[in-house]
Nanobody, 125 residues
């Protein structure tokens, strides 16, 4: 039984940075496209980024382009979301999800084979 575990969330001041991790166990993350999502209180879950399983191509939602970067470290079976220039509106619970053998065509996965438990990001002075 595979699972994804997010970590790295916390409290940061506006303009600060955080790096979220999405670690996989029970399966090889390299075979999977990884999507990052977030959900703020009272709002719908929104897709943020996708990194492909085939060629590590990446896509980002417009509001995070130029500020967030997704990458993977296959040796650690982990995908990262580097978040810079954080804004109060970035505060949310952040989730990662995995879809096997998927090449991203935009910042959303088509199917969710695995889904993490989330990590809280708070942006406040």
């Amino acid at each position: 039984q595979g699972q994804l575990v997010e970590s790295g969330g916390g409290l940061v001041q506006p303009g600060g940075s955080l790096r979220l991790s999405c670690a996989a166990s029970g399966f090889t993350l390299d075979d999977y496209a990884i999507g990052w999502y977030r959900q703020a209180p009272g709002k719908e879950r929104e897709g943020l980024s996708c990194i492909s399983s085939s060629d590590d191509s990446t896509y980002y939602e417009d509001s995070i382009k130029g500020r967030f970067t997704v990458s993977r470290d296959n040796a650690k079976n982990t995908v990262y979301l580097q978040m810079n220039s954080l804004k109060p509106e970035d505060a949310a619970v952040y989730y990662c999800a995995a879809e096997r053998y998927y090449t991203c065509v935009d910042y959303m996965l088509l199917a969710l084979d695995y889904w993490g438990q989330g990590t809280q990001v708070t942006v406040s002075s």
